[in-house]
Antibody, heavy 118, light 107 residues
Framework: EVQLVESGGGLGQPGGSLRLSCEVS????????MSWVRQAPGKGPEWVADVSGTGLSTYYADSVKGRFTISRDNSKNTVYLQMNSLRGDDTAVYYC???????????WGRGTLVTVSS | EIVMTQSPATLSVSPGERATLSCRAS??????LAWYQQKPGQAPRLLISGASTRATGIPARFSGSGSGTEFTLTISSLQSEDFAVYFCQQYNNWPPTFGQGTTVEIK
């Protein structure tokens, strides 16, 4: 059974930092790219960042480029999202999601809530 | 980036009836279109990829059609567990983008 479990969300200060983690099981982790997708309250999902199976290639939405860093540790079956210079519009539920090849998302975690507020 | 527009925003349907949801892309995405279902407090669940291919375990009452810029998700006979929000997503162009969703509610 495929499982993705996010952690690390919570209250962040404007200009501050948070680090999200997503531990996965149930598939050969290093064979697949992984993404972070966020969803602000009442809005549609927004793709945030992607990391290739090897971890050597990363891609970012313009809204987070230069502030967020995605990475992975294939020995721990875990993908990370380092979030710096947080802003109010980063407030959302953050999901990690598996990318089967083409860029849709076949498995998602339950999400972790990030709230940016002073 | 490609803008995905879903209509209607809310669809009121009685159990057992047919529901038809629309998704329009601001430019052609070929058949690189996915549909997701999301229930309150839950993650999105993949229903369909490639515009018409059901994901593993998705009931046959869910069907997708369309190509280019116009797509449809049809639920042939709504069950109680189908009342949810549905999103479309294109993956033909970078970055992948989602629609704002259609809420299917009980009439």
């Amino acid at each position: 059974e495929v499982q993705l479990v996010e952690s690390g969300g919570g209250l962040g200060q404007p200009g501050g930092s948070l680090r999200l983690s997503c531990e996965v099981s149930g598939f050969t982790f290093n064979n697949y790219a992984m993404s972070w997708v966020r969803q602000a309250p009442g809005k549609g999902p927004e793709w945030v960042a992607d990391v290739s199976g090897t971890g050597l290639s990363t891609y970012y939405a313009d809204s987070v480029k230069g502030r967020f860093t995605i990475s992975r540790d294939n020995s721990k079956n875990t993908v990370y999202l380092q979030m710096n210079s947080l802003r109010g519009d980063d407030t959302a539920v953050y999901y990690c999601a598996k990318v089967p090849g083409p860029y849709f998302f076949d498995f998602w975690g339950r999400g972790t809530l990030v709230t940016v507020s002073s | 980036e490609i803008v995905m527009t879903q209509s209607p925003a809310t669809l009121s349907v009685s159990p057992g009836e047919r529901a038809t949801l629309s998704c329009r892309a601001s430019q052609s995405v070929s058949n690189n279109l996915a549909w997701y279902q999301q229930k309150p407090g839950q993650a999105p669940r993949l229903l369909i990829s490639g515009a018409s291919t059901r994901a593993t375990g998705i009931p046959a009452r869910f069907s997708g059609s369309g190509s280019g810029t116009e797509f449809t998700l049809t639920i042939s006979s709504l069950q109680s567990e189908d009342f949810a929000v549905y999103f479309c997503q294109q993956y033909n162009n970078w970055p992948p983008t989602f629609g704002q969703g259609t809420t299917v509610e009980i009439k």
